[in-house]
C-alpha cells in the first residue's frame, strides 16, 4: 500500500513537472477553425484519446472474440 502511494506521488510529480515546462501555447489549425492550446493539455488530451481508443479495441476484440466461441 505504501508502495503504491509513493508511486504515485512521484508519477503526479512528474506529470506536474512536464506540465510546467511545456507550457507554451500552441496554435491548432483545423479546416476554418483556429485556436490557441497548451501544449501541455495538448499532449495529455492526446494521450486520453490513445487510452479510450486502446480501451474501445479492446472491448471490441473481447465481443467479437466471445462471439465467435
Do not use: D, H
Amino acid at each position: 500500500m505504501k508502495l503504491r502511494l509513493i508511486l504515485t506521488l512521484v508519477l503526479l510529480l512528474i506529470v506536474g513537472i512536464f506540465m510546467v515546462q511545456n507550457a507554451a501555447l500552441v496554435e491548432i489549425r483545423f479546416l476554418f477553425w483556429q485556436f490557441g492550446i497548451s501544449r501541455s493539455l495538448l499532449v495529455m488530451l492526446m494521450l486520453l484519446i490513445g487510452v479510450v481508443i486502446g480501451w474501445f479495441t479492446r472491448a471490441m476484440y473481447r465481443i467479437a472474440r466471445s462471439s465467435s466461441s
